[in-house]
Structures are given as C-alpha cells and as structure tokens.
C-alpha cells in the first residue's frame, strides 16, 4: 500500500512539473511612475508589502484619429475585504495619465461619479469594464455594473446596472436598475 502510494505521488508530481513548463511565465507589469504617483495618493497601501496581493493588471484600448497607438488601461488595486475589493482605474495614452471615473446608480436610483470601482474586471475582447459588489457574502444583495469604453472620449460609459438592497436569502439575479 505505501508502494502504491508513493508511486502515485511521485506520477503527480512529475505530472505537475510537466505542465508546469507549458504554462508561460507572467512577466512583471511595469506601470509608469505617473500612474503610481496618482494612486498611492489615494492608495497608500499599495506600496507596502501589503500592496503585493493588490491586483495589477494593464489592458491595450482601441485608438482613435488622435491617438492611434490607443491607451493602455491599468487596473490596480486599493482595499480588500472579505468578499470584495477595491480597485482604482487609470488610462494612459501619449496625450494623458488620467483617473477613471464611471457613473454609478444608488439605491434610491440617483446616479453619481465615483472612481472607486468595487471588484472591478476589464473584457478586452468587447472593451466592457464590470463591477460587483456583494452587500453580505452569501451574495444575495449587493450591485454590480457595466460600462462599455468610448476611445473617442476615453471613458467608460454606463450600459446596465443591477442593484438589490434587501438581504433576503434569495439568490437570484439582481433587478436592472439602468439599461442604455
């Protein structure tokens, strides 16, 4: 039985190992020193070693006339909690370095700016940023929201937001409270 077991570890591990060197190395994000000043103004943390499990990560955006290079987006984060986080955007082009703020709906349907984004992710293949925020951890309440970028104006504009305020043990889909 040890043999057997022994066997069967050492066949995992090689397997691992195997797999390991198809699986290409991350290289290290370098994000410009303009972008950093802005966000360890708002994000102190992120410098420190705390800072090293905030998420990083860069996206190329689409050109325009004016910047047919595009933009790069950055998405680096600020806070996190136990089921959410915090995350500050910035796009940069050869024109500016500039803090990402987005349109969000409240509980009583106003709408406001806030460049705080709450589990925040990017889809470079439609261009879309999400958002989504928990109220409690099972995820019965809580918002969430889409924005689509506009590269002639590099921003992000509101397409859908979902928000359910009553923590009722239901899961199910959160009501549209704004569609564009």
């Excluded at 195997?18 to 992120?46: G, N, S, Y």
């Amino acid at each position: 039985m040890k043999m057997k077991s022994f066997l069967l570890l050492a066949l995992t591990i090689s397997a691992f190992s195997v797999f390991a060197d198809e699986v290409p190395a991350r290289a290290e994000l370098v994000i410009p020193q303009a972008v950093l000043d802005l966000h360890t103004k708002t994000c102190p943390e992120f410098g420190t070693e705390d800072g090293k499990y905030l998420q990083k990560e860069s996206f190329k955006l689409p050109g325009t006339e004016y910047t047919p290079e595009g933009s790069t987006l950055y998405l680096l984060g600020c806070e996190m909690y136990a089921y959410n986080s915090l995350e500050k955007a910035y796009i940069v082009n050869s024109y500016e370095t500039k803090v990402v703020a987005v349109a969000e709906v409240l509980a009583d349907g106003s709408i406001v700016a806030t460049t705080d984004l709450m589990g925040s992710g990017f889809d470079p293949k439609d261009n879309k940023l999400g958002t989504f925020q928990k109220g409690r951890g099972m995820g019965d309440c809580g918002s969430s929201a889409s924005y689509v970028y506009n590269a002639r104006e590099t921003r992000f504009v509101l397409t859908e937001a979902r928000y359910k305020d009553a923590c009722d043990g239901e899961e199910s889909e959160w009501p549209i409270v704004y569609k564009k």
